[in-house]
Antibody, heavy 122, light 107 residues
Framework: EVQLVDSGGGLVQPGGSLRLSCAVS????????MDWVRQVPGKGLEWVGR??????????EYAASVKGRFTISRDDSESSLYLQMNSLKTEDTAVYYC?????????????WGQGALVTVSS | DIQMTQSPSSVSASVGDTVTITCRAS??????LAWYQQKPGKAPKLLIY???SLQSGVPSRFSGSGSGTDFTLTISSLQPEDFATYYC?????????FGGGTKVEIK
């Protein structure tokens, strides 16, 4: 059974940092691209970024709203995905989901974590 | 960035009804469109990909169509478990973008 478990959310002050983790099981993690998507409670979905797999040099893509502040990484040996969030702003408050990319470039997200709530507030 | 516009933003329907949701892209995206269902407090669930391909395990009452800029999600014979919010998402280019969502409510 495919499982993605998000963790690491919490309350952080503006300007602070937080690292989210996504532990996966049930599939060969190293084969897949992985994304992060966020959602302000009660609002719509916003794509955050992507990390590709080793054959694609672990290359990354980011939304303009987080570029330069957020970093996506992965540890294939631990089947884990990470989102390092620095210089956090109040507008980064959201539930953050990790998501598996079904195939390659044009593929959708076929499995999602349960989400981790990040609250940025003083 | 490609803007995705969904309509309506909400719809009231009864069990057994057919519901149609539309999604328009601000530029052509071929058929690189997905539809997701989200229930309160849960992660989104993939329903349709490549505009019209049904994800494994999704009931056949869900169907998708369209290409280019205009797309449709149809739910035939609405069931109680289908009351949820639906989102479209383009997978043509970065940044990936989602529609604003359509809430399907019980009439």
């Amino acid at each position: 059974e495919v499982q993605l478990v998000d963790s690491g959310g919490g309350l952080v002050q503006p300007g602070g940092s937080l690292r989210l983790s996504c532990a996966v099981s049930g599939f060969t993690f190293s084969d897949y691209y992985m994304d992060w998507v966020r959602q302000v409670p009660g609002k719509g979905l916003e794509w955050v970024g992507r990390i590709r797999n080793k054959p694609n040099s672990y290359s990354t893509e980011y939304a303009a709203s987080v570029k330069g502040r957020f970093t996506i990484s992965r540890d294939d040996s631990e089947s884990s995905l990470y989102l390092q969030m620095n210089s956090l702003k109040t507008e980064d408050t959201a539930v953050y989901y990790c998501a598996r990319v079904r195939g390659t470039y044009h593929s959708p997200f076929d499995y999602w974590g349960q989400g981790a709530l990040v609250t940025v507030s003083s | 960035d490609i803007q995705m516009t969904q309509s309506p933003s909400s719809v009231s329907a009864s069990v057994g009804d057919t519901v149609t949701i539309t999604c328009r892209a601000s530029q052509a995206i071929n058929n690189w469109l997905a539809w997701y269902q989200q229930k309160p407090g849960k992660a989104p669930k993939l329903l349709i990909y490549d505009a019209s391909s049904l994800q494994s395990g999704v009931p056949s009452r869900f169907s998708g169509s369209g290409s280019g800029t205009d797309f449709t999600l149809t739910i035939s014979s609405l069931q109680p478990e289908d009351f949820a919010t639906y989102y479209c998402q383009q997978a043509n280019s970065f940044p990936r973008t989602f529609g604003g969502g359509t809430k399907v409510e019980i009439k």
